[in-house]
């Protein structure tokens, strides 16, 4: 993944959110092509693969069609894809020596943080949206509250993993860092029971695992989910957000200090 890193005269901000910077960031965002294609293309495909063969328009879980399910758990998998991608472009940034240049400013760590983590969450909406409105269009059955809530859940559970690509950012190399996250995700999509349910021993498992704690609140509206389980969720989502977060804002002190 490619992108162009802008660099304005000074980031203004008094130990607080800077409105120039997070424009920057979101007019950037828009400017890459490939993360824009990657964003919009990948999930209506999973959609199609997975939730319109056969006779899913007709088969129901709880009070959504079968299509309509799957519909959920992809734009949820394409907010992970979207947001953890926008946190991610923070290695690029390192690579060409952009946090470097962020010592020269005010900015504080968690305004820098928060920033990188709501441009992040622009690009899942736009994620979110596309699949919701494929779905839409090719047979999708919720009722009209599920419409609403599930298409909520599934952007703003993606959080965790806009956290998480901006922790990871920090971790893993520029040259290769979607190639690490993007099958990372797919395997955390699978062992958290988003792309197939988990089932015996392997449910108690997924339940540690933040894909299960954000799949799970997001298909909730459908009526699939037992609010014991519900908490659980909650719990886990809050929980690995706050890992992220806090481990991007101890990373970004760590970059910004050397040399």
């Not at 820098?112 to 979110?128: N, Q, R």
């Not at 909730?220 to 690995?240: H, K, M, R, S, Y």
Request: glycine share 10%; proline share 4%; charged share 10%.
């Amino acid at each position: 993944m490619t992108t162009t890193v802008d660099r304005p005269r000074s980031v203004p901000a008094h130990g607080g959110f800077s409105l120039l910077f997070l424009g920057l960031e979101l007019r950037r965002l828009l400017r890459n092509r490939r993360t824009l294609v990657f964003t919009l293309v990948i999930p209506p495909v999973f959609f199609a693969v997975f939730g319109l063969s056969g006779d899913l328009r007709t088969e129901t879980v709880g009070s959504a069609n079968v299509t309509g399910y799957v519909m959920v758990s992809m734009a949820l998998y394409g907010a992970m894809l979207a947001t953890t991608s926008g946190g991610a472009m923070v290695s690029i940034e390192r690579g060409v020596g952009w946090t470097r240049q962020l010592r020269l400013t005010p900015l504080d760590p968690v305004a820098y943080v928060a920033t990188k983590i709501l441009v992040a969450m622009a690009l899942g909406l736009v994620s979110v949206t596309t699949v919701f409105v494929v779905g839409a269009l090719t047979g999708a059955h919720l009722t009209a509250t599920a419409w609403v809530t599930c298409f909520v859940l599934a952007w703003l559970t993606s959080v965790v993993f806009a956290a998480f690509g901006l922790f990871m950012g920090y971790v893993l190399p520029s040259e290769n860092v979607m190639q690490i996250l993007g099958p990372g995700l797919a395997l955390l999509a699978f062992a958290g029971g988003l792309f197939v349910p988990a089932s015996g021993w392997f449910a108690d498992v997924a339940r540690v695992v933040p894909t299960w704690g954000v799949a799970t609140i997001a298909r909730a509206p459908i009526g699939d989910v037992t609010a014991a389980n519900l908490g659980e969720a909650i719990v886990n989502v809050v929980v690995w957000t706050a890992v992220f977060v806090l481990g991007a804002r101890v990373m970004f002190r760590r970059d910004t200090a050397r040399g």
